[in-house]
């Protein structure tokens, strides 16, 4: 088991990015939250299975449709356990 903390930016807001990490977090069973900062960026904090969390990760480096990554940082820490599930969190933070 792994945490991921991501930020991602780009054309990322306003484009479905949280819906749908949401959904990709469910299918691969990972853990967290996501959500947008008031910088234009998105931020995703996620712990899983480290094959679930890289794939999280892959998938967040283009993301949906309409979306345009142009970077993405992640950082790796120790896993707390904090999480029952994965949220999209409303609002911009």
């Known amino acids: 088991m792994i945490r991921a903390h991501l930020y991602i930016s ?4 306003g484009v479905g990015f949280r819906a749908n990490t949401r959904r990709k977090a469910n299918q691969l069973d990972v853990k ?3 959500r947008n900062l008031r910088d234009g960026r998105v931020e995703v904090l996620a ?7 890289k794939k999280l ?3 967040c480096y283009h993301g949906p449709t309409m979306a345009n990554v142009k970077d993405l ?4 820490t120790e896993v707390t ?3 029952r599930g994965f949220t999209a969190k409303r609002g911009t933070y």
Not at 10 to 13: A, C, L, M, P, S
């Open 57 to 59: 990760i892959d998938w």
């Open 73 to 76: 940082e992640v950082e790796k």
């Open 81 to 83: 356990g904090e999480f």
């Open 32 to 34: 967290g939250w996501v």
């Open 10 to 13: 780009g054309r990322v807001q």
């Open 47 to 53: 712990e899983g299975k480290e094959e679930d969390i």
